[in-house]
């Protein structure tokens, strides 16, 4: 600005420097407002009134009066001294009844921010304790609730970086009814051992370590490895391992890790007190085998929620001295699958039928809940003639289409690979160099599966026409992780139409199985009775929640996610009954065991495409009578 500043422009600078001075000025200027607007209308008032006192003096004493009152300054009317003492207590009344009115509410706001930050001590016991903030949370939190829906109280304590009102909020919309469990948020680093201590770690039940959301340019879609997210949980688990204030028991630590590489790193962090997964190798086993057993998916979502039948370990003295075999036929509402050892504390999944239950030994069942695991005394009677013996199938080459590709597809191909017979073969079709660079560095590791590739957007109907794809016994569609999580959903939808479009042209089914990154995407997507979903952050927040309430869980899926251990299967139920002939699921489990294998359940293929349970029964009631079709299944847990 040029030339002398306007009169304006120096009131203003000159009002701005005395407010600058502080609360001395403010209270000064707020007093000289006041005496301009109060002793004017004081006088208009002395004016106004019928009864204004004749002499001068009579009408500034009723100006004083009124001035006073306004004040608070008690108005008192006599000799100057007294006028003047009465007014120095009427300020200091005032300013100290304005004194202790400002401290109140100084400190009930105070306590109000501190409240609302979250940074007050957690005094619960035998909670679930949550470190950190993902999309984890809202399943996490659901089957917690659900998990002790049978206590009368229980609380879920989460702490994160992030605001404690902005937590409840998130919570209360994605999970509304959370029962008799509370869910306390508290503000802070789950880094720090410190913040870590608001929780209460040391009165908990169990700690599940969330994996954090990754963020990259594109979206939430890259590697947490590549932006710190597994070190983030590394760092976690060591605040809590190696606190000073740590408590002498060990704790019960669940935790997962995005990238399989960081796998070792993360379960050195948390020693032997953690029970640490790898995402990617799990999602990529789970994509694997349901996509040689179609409704596979289904099961283990069943089996990994509280809202259906799971895996519950039980002590049964009755049955101690006698088989397994025997203990396969001993209930009438629970499964029997194995046993956890009480010796040495290790799990046998569907042993041999002639293996001797222990004294200390608990059988590991399918069963509605923990407190149905229990024998019955029902007189059943085996079906002797509606038992058969399995038909041989000879192992045929298969052939496999991948469509799209992610930072998984190299675990899936090389664990396809131990799956198929010698002279299969595995196709896969993506945009980008990235695809087939990988397919090329890992052929030379296959033994039964010849890889090949080639450039291709599969979200053109062109692309996939010119596939041959009714060629193939088995579609994977993969979403992109290079690109934001809504649009790789979007182009597996739009591919996925494409594809029952081709299945119409074709006139069969084609056994599709697809990855997807929002499980409310899996309700919009076309689907067929052979269509599979894999949602691998809800199956991991599944399995942390079930491994946080049973550690021996972790072990019970690593035998059942390798594809050297016992697994789940499908197989046709006429294996086991004859087909079109009424039995009770006593007899169906006698004819597998006969065959080595546990069964649990079956499939109806005629409501394979009916939600939510896909034609799917676990742990049926094995009194209940039944007749199977050609299609159906029966689900067992075997070897091979």
């Known amino acids: 600005m040029s030339g002398n500043p306007s009169h304006r422009a ?52 009723s100006v004083w009066q009124n001035t006073a009152e306004t004040f608070n300054l008690g108005g008192a009317v006599g000799t100057p001294a007294f006028v003047a003492f009465s007014v120095i207590l009427a300020l200091v009344a005032l300013f100290f009844a304005s004194t202790l009115v400002g401290l109140i509410t100084s400190g009930v706001n105070r306590k109000i921010m501190d409240l609302r930050k979250g940074r007050s001590l957690v005094l619960e016991k035998q909670h679930t304790v949550l470190l950190g903030w993902s999309d984890q949370v809202f399943p996490i939190v659901s089957e917690l609730v659900e998990a002790n829906s049978n206590l009368r109280r229980s609380a ?154 799971e895996f519950y370990m039980s002590a049964e003295p009755t049955l101690v001295g006698r088989s397994y075999g025997e203990a396969l036929l001993a209930y009438d509402t629970s499964s029997p699958v194995g046993l956890l050892r009480g010796a040495d504390g290790a799990i046998a999944l569907n042993p041999a039928p002639d293996t001797v239950i222990a004294e200390g030994d608990r059988i590991i069942a399918v069963s509605r809940d923990d407190n149905t695991v229990v024998v019955s ?53 993506a945009r980008g160099d990235e695809a087939k660079i990988a397919v090329e560095a890992v052929r030379e590791q296959l033994r039964n599966l010849d890889a090949s590739c080639e450039r291709g957007d599969i979200t053109r109907p062109g692309t996939l026409k010119s596939l041959d794809i009714g060629g193939y016994d088995h579609v994977i569609v993969l979403g992109y992780d290079d690109i934001d999580s809504a649009q790789a959903d979007n182009q597996t939808l739009v591919t996925l ?39 691998s952050d809800k199956v991991i927040s599944l399995l942390m929640t079930q491994v946080s309430e049973n550690r021996h869980l972790a072990r019970v899926f690593d035998d059942l996610f390798a594809a050297e251990g016992c697994e789940i299967y499908l197989k046709p139920a006429g294996d086991y009954v004859a087909l079109q002939h009424d039995v009770d699921f006593y007899t169906v489990v006698e004819s597998a065991r006969r065959q080595g294998h546990s069964a649990i359940g079956y499939r109806r293929q005629s409501e394979a495409a009916l939600p939510p349970s896909f034609g799917i029964r676990l742990n049926p009631d094995k009194k209940q009578r039944l007749s199977f079709a050609a299609g159906d299944s029966v689900i067992v847990v075997a070897q091979a």
Not at 16 to 36: F, K, Q, Y
Not at 384 to 404: D, F, K, N, W
Not at 413 to 422: E, G, M
Not at 507 to 529: F, H, K, Q, W, Y
């Open 497 to 535: 139409l494409h594809l029952r479009d081709l299945e119409n042209t074709l006139g069969r089914e084609l056994p599709v199985v697809t990855e997807m990154t929002d499980d409310r995407n899996r309700a919009l997507a076309p689907i067929s009775e052979s269509d599979d979903f894999i949602v």
């Open 156 to 309: 879920v304590v989460i702490l994160a970086d992030k605001d404690k009102v902005e937590m409840e909020d998130e919570i209360h919309t994605k999970v509304p009814d959370t029962g008799t469990t509370k869910v306390i948020c508290r503000t802070g680093s789950p880094m720090d051992p410190t913040d870590i201590g608001l929780v209460n770690p040391h009165d908990a039940r169990s700690i599940i370590v969330l994996t954090p959301a990754a963020e990259s340019p594109a979206g939430p879609r890259a590697c947490a490895c590549e932006d710190g997210g597994d070190a983030e949980v590394v760092k976690t688990l060591l605040a809590v391992t190696q606190s000073p204030q740590r408590r002498e028991q060990p704790y019960h630590i669940v935790a997962a890790v995005s990238c399989g590489h960081n796998l070792e790193a993360t379960r050195l962090a948390g020693g032997a007190e953690a029970c640490v997964a790898s995402i990617d190798d799990i999602s990529a086993r789970l994509i694997v085998q349901t996509s040689r057993q179609p409704g596979l998916s289904v099961i283990y979502l069943d089996l990994l929620n509280y809202a259906g039948d």
């Open 377 to 429: 005394d029902f007189p059943y009677e085996i079906d002797e003639a509606a038992i058969v013996s399995p038909r041989p199938r000879e192992e045929q080459p298969e052939s496999v289409l991948v469509l799209g590709w992610n930072r998984r597809a190299v675990t899936i191909i090389t664990q396809l690979d131990t799956y198929v017979t010698a002279g299969s073969r595995l196709h896969v079709v």
């Open 10 to 61: 120096r009131l203003r600078y000159w009002f701005d420097n005395t407010m600058s001075r502080g609360t001395p000025a403010l209270i000064g200027w707020l007093s000289a407002i006041c005496l301009v607007i109060v002793i004017p209308v004081s006088v208009l008032l002395v004016w106004a009134d019928k009864n204004t006192p004749t002499t001068l003096g009579n009408q500034l004493v």
